[in-house]
């Protein structure tokens, strides 16, 4: 199952080698940990634990888990702001500890929120303050500058200063701030985060000419309709391990096993034999509504029969989607923070 | 290609430029900042007019007058620890281009502000207590002067990196640093008035040097006296823009990696 490269939008694929050196991201076996120094005595919280991730060249890589699961640990390392404590990653063939300087050329970096950015300039001059943070000169910077504005829609308000905009319109000059250096590799750290849909679904656009232009994407989310719709391979990670990397569709068929029926008119005694079936992993029951999640194929097909056995016609099944994969492997915790 | 230094200054002035537009306009520059300075001068040479010393006030103008732009160029502790706030360091520490240097340029307002307050002080306000210029010394004095705002602003960097993860503390170094110079350099009483380890402390900071060339040019000094002590200020202001790049470096930047206190904003 496993598959490299943006497969699901027709952009390049691992080579047959296996592509290790041509991999944009390689990450090996990375961890990090931290000195707590909240109460009593130091103790260390593990942050990240044994990562193990490649991401090919043109991929946009969604890397998902709730908060608190290491995600931007992941990123800080891999723009060079952290350190690893154990481990190695690369970017671009570039060690992000020994070569950091030349990593940091390479990479964008955009994270969520509508920090980041000097509210006293305009937005043309916080692309041009950036833009020379990367050496681009006058004319270039320039140029860049008012392509990018045009690009994330902000051409018309260049000149106003940034402390006057909506949260939206930060986080999409924060896009433009991080292509500002032309980076082959861009790191999306919840950047959908404080815009509103419509600015969302813009987003996504933006990702899908990322990806036309050849650069790499490492997106992190929790919002699985974001995963979905923009990644080509997922991550999953919880407590600082990687969990699982699929392809986004290959997820949704890996967990098929988790298939969910859906039933109306259903008794208590009805749910609690339901339940009882092999293969039968959750029930709900609520009312005359009954919902029950099955791991494998088989399973559904005995609900199914128990449920027609009885009477029960108002039955239906439902394939999982991202949402419901990311519930399966990091559990029902969703977004609490740990 | 790697951003040269002087390009980071160039493209920090940016912010500069921004900031100084956000906090005055020229009347609330004029009449709130300037006429708050001028007044400090007043305040200090008129004590100086109750003291039974000759020169006393000539003295005291031309100190309190030449440490008006430090209280400016100290602001560079503030607006620094601001990257901090605004979320831009971690950023800044995420691109190819060193800080140091965005630090550097990015709040170069200060001692320009300070300039033009020192060079009121002493050139409108100086006449008035006996501090008069040919017009040949115009040129030396305005020298000193930059050399005095650009000198102090050195030693306020270096003192912003040291506190940019301790930014509660910002404005208690600023305050110190300025009133410690205004006490021990040759401001209010001569360097020797002080303990002798005092007078060799204060030869580390540029305005002990700039005031003693000031103090020759008022006087009509030999050439020597007046250049002899620029030397040591240029020394002394490199040594400590060289010191803050070196702990922002590997006393700040590296040890923040490692320890992951640069935080990605939210």
Redesign the interface.
């Known amino acids: 199952m496993e598959k490299y490269g943006p497969t699901r939008r027709g952009a390049t694929k691992r080579p047959a080698d296996g592509g290790a050196r041509a991999d944009a991201i390689v990450v090996e076996d990375l961890g990090?940990t931290?000195v707590d120094r909240r109460g009593r005595g130091a103790g260390e919280v593990t942050a990240l634990s044994g990562i193990s991730l490649r991401v090919a060249p043109g991929e946009v890589h969604g890397l998902l888990g709730p908060n608190g699961a290491g995600k931007?640990?992941l990123?800080?390392i891999l723009?060079?702001?952290?350190?690893p404590t154990t481990g190695s990653a690369r970017v671009l063939g570039l060690d992000v500890t020994r070569q950091s300087?030349a990593v940091?050329?390479s990479?964008g970096?955009v994270?969520?929120?509508d920090?980041?950015?000097?509210?006293?300039?305009s937005a043309r001059?916080n692309l041009?303050?950036?833009g020379?943070?990367?050496?681009l000169r006058r004319s270039e910077l320039r140029a860049r500058a008012e392509l990018l504005l045009e690009r994330v829609g902000l051409a018309d308000r260049a000149d106003a200063r940034v402390d006057t905009f909506s949260r939206g319109m930060k986080q999409r000059l924060h896009l433009a701030?991080g292509l500002v250096?032309d980076p082959r590799v861009v790191i999306l750290?919840e950047p959908t985060?404080g815009m509103d849909p419509v600015a969302a679904l813009d987003f996504r656009a933006l990702v899908a000419e990322l990806r036309e232009e050849g650069r790499t994407v490492l997106l992190t989310t929790h919002d699985m309709a974001e995963a979905a719709a923009v990644c080509d391979r997922v991550s999953l990670i919880d407590r600082g391990r990687l969990l699982m990397t699929e392809d986004t569709d290959a997820v949704g068929r890996l967990l098929s096993r988790y298939e969910r029926v859906v039933a109306h008119g259903v008794s208590a005694g009805l749910a609690d034999r339901v339940g009882a079936l092999a293969g039968v992993v959750a029930v709900r029951h609520e009312a005359d509504r009954l919902e029950a999640e099955t791991e494998l194929p088989s399973a559904t097909a005995s609900v199914l029969a128990v449920l027609a056995g009885e009477g029960v016609h108002r039955v239906s099944t439902a394939r999982p989607d991202l949402a419901e994969v990311y519930l399966h492997l990091v559990g029902r915790r969703g977004m609490a923070v740990t | 290609m790697y951003p040269s230094p002087f390009h980071l200054v160039r493209y920090g002035v940016l912010n500069a430029v921004a900031d100084f537009k956000a906090t005055y306009t020229w009347r609330s520059w004029s009449f709130g900042w300037l006429g708050r300075m001028l007044a400090q001068v007043l305040f200090f040479t008129g004590l100086g007019g109750m003291l039974d010393h000759p020169g006393a006030v000539r003295y005291l103008a031309l100190g309190n007058a030449l440490m008006t732009c430090v209280v400016d160029t100290m602001a560079v502790v503030a607006t620094t620890s601001g990257e901090r706030r605004a979320g831009t360091l971690s950023l800044l520490v995420a691109s190819p281009a060193d800080p140091m240097w965005v630090f550097a340029g990015r709040s170069l307002h200060w001692p320009v502000s300070g300039f033009a307050t020192a060079s009121v002080a002493l050139f409108g306000l100086g006449p008035f207590f006996g501090v008069t210029w040919a017009a040949a010394q115009v040129p030396l004095v305005l020298l000193l002067i930059a050399l005095t705002a650009l000198g102090t602003y050195c030693v306020g960097l270096f003192l912003a990196v040291l506190v940019i993860n301790v930014p509660r503390l910002r404005n208690v170094v600023s305050n110190c640093a300025y009133l410690a110079m205004m006490g021990f350099c040759g401001v209010q009483v001569p360097v020797d008035f002080w303990p002798r380890a005092v007078g060799a402390v204060v030869q580390a900071v540029p305005l002990t040097h700039t005031l003693r060339a000031l103090r020759a040019v008022s006087d009509n000094r030999p050439a020597a006296e007046v250049f002899g002590p620029v030397v040591p200020a240029v020394l002394t202001a490199g040594c400590w823009l060289l010191a803050a790049v070196v702990i922002f470096r590997w006393l700040v930047a590296v040890p923040a990696r490692g320890a992951g206190t640069l935080d990605l904003s939210y």
Do not use: P, Q
């Not at chain 1, 723009?79 to 350190?83: G, H, M, Q, R």
């Not at chain 1, 920090?115 to 300039?121: F, I, Q, W």
């Open positions: 990090r931290f931007t640990t990123c800080k723009t060079t702001t952290l350190e300087r940091r050329r990479i970096l994270f969520g929120g920090r980041g950015l000097y509210g006293r300039l001059e041009w303050f950036w020379a943070m990367y050496g701030r250096g750290d985060m």
